[in-house]
């Protein structure tokens, strides 16, 4: 399985930014996706994440401000974020988890600050 993460850069605290995921390869279709992140001098985290039926599980840290959300037929999966704050800044790494394993993107920077 490979992924390919999109999305991230510089928002002001406040502001939004929309993360994207999409993965290819052989894919299970019993699978969860999901961002984690890891800020400077911190460990991994995770963000938020889907099960292919739409089953969703957040971070306290974000639920309310972040929506995570798939597109099944594209398997490709979103993030909003939404009401950002400068603790939001980390990269971000998409995750992808079936049968045959758990994956891991490229990291995408996410940097909140005025």
């Known amino acids: 399985v490979q992924l390919q993460a999109s999305g991230g850069g510089l928002a002001q605290p406040g502001g939004s930014l929309r993360l994207s995921c999409t993965a290819s390869g052989s894919i299970y279709t019993v699978n969860v996706m999901g961002w984690y992140r890891q800020g400077p001098g911190k460990q991994r985290e995770l963000v938020a994440r889907?099960?292919?039926?739409?089953?969703?599980q957040y971070a306290a840290s974000v639920k309310g401000r972040f929506t995570i959300s798939r597109d099944n037929a594209k398997n490709t999966m979103h993030l909003q974020m939404g009401s950002l704050k400068p603790e939001d800044t980390a990269e971000y790494y998409c995750n992808f988890v079936d049968g045959s394993g758990s994956f891991w993107g490229q990291g995408t920077q996410v940097t909140v600050s005025s």
């Open positions: 889907i099960s292919g039926a739409g089953t969703t």
